[in-house]
C-alpha cells in the first residue's frame, strides 16, 4: 500500500480526489492506505487510478525495497550542514512536491539548488512530476551525527520559546506515569502511532490554501525518572 500511495501521490491525487473516484469518504480512503478494509477489488481499483496493474505495482514496490535504504553517515553530515536543504528533504519525505513547497514557503529562488544538492547526495531523484525517495530518515533521534544535533537543537529552541501561559494557544498536558516494562513499550507505539496519525492529517491537508491552514510544532517527550523526583517534598 505505500507503493501505490506515493504513486498516486506523484501523479497529484490527494485524498479526496481517489474518495471522489471510488464514491467513498475521505476516511475510509485513510483506512484502505493503512491496509484495512482493502479488498482485491479495491486494490484493484487504486491501481487503475494509478494507471497500474498488479504485475506493475509488485515491480515498483519490489524496485522501492531496493533502492529504498536508510541514511548513511554521509547524507546524514550533508543535511546537517544545511538546515534548508534538512527542511526540504523532510517535507518531500511527509508527501509535498516541490510546486507546493515553493508555493507555501515563497521559495522558489531557492528551491532549485537545494533539489540538486538532495540528487547529488542520493537522497532524492527527480522526476518529470514530483521526486522519488531514495534513503529514509530514522524516527529515533537518540544516535549521533551532525543530523541528529540539527534535530535537538530544533527540540531546544521549541522548549525554548514554547508559551504555557494561561492564555496561550498552546495545548499542552504533562502526566507521571508508573509503567510496566509491557506497557512502556505500548507507551513507545502510542508515541508512534501519534506521529503516524500526524503525518496523515497534514497529507491530507496538503492542497488546502494557507489561509485555511494553521502551523504547528509538535513535542512529545516520555523520560524514565527517579520516583522520588515525583512527589514534592513540601
Given at each position: 500500500?505505500?507503493?501505490l500511495?506515493?504513486?498516486?501521490?506523484?501523479?497529484?491525487?490527494?485524498?479526496?480526489?481517489?474518495?471522489?473516484?471510488?464514491?467513498?469518504?475521505q476516511?475510509t480512503?485513510?483506512r484502505?492506505?493503512?491496509?484495512?478494509?482493502?479488498?482485491l477489488?479495491?486494490?484493484r481499483?487504486?491501481?487503475e487510478?494509478?494507471?497500474?496493474?498488479?504485475?506493475?505495482?509488485?515491480?515498483?514496490?519490489?524496485?522501492?525495497?531496493?533502492?529504498?535504504?536508510?541514511?548513511?553517515?554521509?547524507q546524514?553530515?550533508?543535511?546537517?550542514?544545511?538546515?534548508?536543504?534538512?527542511?526540504?528533504?523532510?517535507f518531500?519525505?511527509?508527501?509535498?512536491?516541490?510546486?507546493?513547497?515553493?508555493?507555501?514557503?515563497?521559495?522558489?529562488?531557492?528551491?532549485?539548488?537545494?533539489?540538486a544538492?538532495?540528487?547529488?547526495?542520493?537522497?532524492i531523484?527527480?522526476l518529470?512530476?514530483?521526486?522519488k525517495i531514495?534513503?529514509?530518515?530514522s524516527?529515533?533521534?537518540?544516535?549521533?551525527?551532525?543530523?541528529?544535533?540539527?534535530?535537538?537543537?530544533?527540540?531546544?529552541?521549541?522548549?525554548s520559546e514554547v508559551?504555557?501561559?494561561?492564555?496561550?494557544?498552546?495545548?499542552?498536558?504533562?502526566?507521571?506515569?508508573?509503567l510496566?516494562?509491557?506497557?512502556?513499550a505500548?507507551?513507545h507505539?502510542?508515541?508512534?502511532?501519534?506521529?503516524?496519525?500526524?503525518?496523515?492529517?497534514t497529507?491530507?491537508?496538503?492542497?488546502l490554501?494557507?489561509?485555511?491552514v494553521?502551523?504547528?510544532?509538535?513535542?512529545?517527550?516520555?523520560?524514565?525518572?527517579?520516583?522520588?523526583?515525583?512527589l514534592?517534598?513540601?
Open positions: 500500500m505505500i507503493t500511495k506515493q504513486e498516486l501521490r506523484m501523479r497529484g491525487f490527494q485524498y479526496r480526489d481517489i474518495a471522489s473516484r471510488l464514491r467513498v469518504s476516511g480512503i485513510k484502505y492506505f493503512t491496509g484495512k478494509g482493502v479488498s477489488t479495491v486494490l481499483r487504486l491501481a487510478i494509478a494507471e497500474l496493474d498488479f504485475l506493475s505495482l509488485a515491480t515498483l514496490a519490489e524496485q522501492r525495497r531496493a533502492d529504498e535504504r536508510k541514511f548513511t553517515k554521509s546524514q553530515a550533508a543535511l546537517g550542514k544545511d538546515q534548508f536543504m534538512s527542511a526540504v528533504y523532510f518531500l519525505w511527509l508527501g509535498w512536491t516541490p510546486a507546493q513547497i515553493s508555493k507555501e514557503f515563497d521559495v522558489a529562488d531557492r528551491l532549485d539548488a537545494a533539489l544538492r538532495l540528487e547529488s547526495s542520493k537522497l531523484r527527480r518529470v512530476r514530483g521526486v531514495l534513503a529514509t530518515p524516527l529515533d533521534q537518540r544516535g549521533g551525527g551532525q543530523l541528529a544535533d540539527l534535530t535537538r537543537d530544533f527540540a531546544r529552541r521549541f522548549l508559551d504555557l501561559s494561561e492564555h496561550a494557544m498552546c495545548d499542552w498536558t504533562i502526566y507521571a506515569a508508573r510496566s516494562r509491557s506497557s512502556t505500548r507507551l507505539s502510542m508515541i508512534g502511532k501519534l506521529f503516524e496519525d500526524t503525518r496523515a492529517l497529507t491530507s491537508d496538503t492542497a490554501p494557507r489561509d485555511a494553521q502551523w504547528y510544532r509538535i513535542f512529545v517527550c516520555a523520560e524514565p525518572v527517579d520516583r522520588k523526583r515525583i514534592p517534598k513540601n
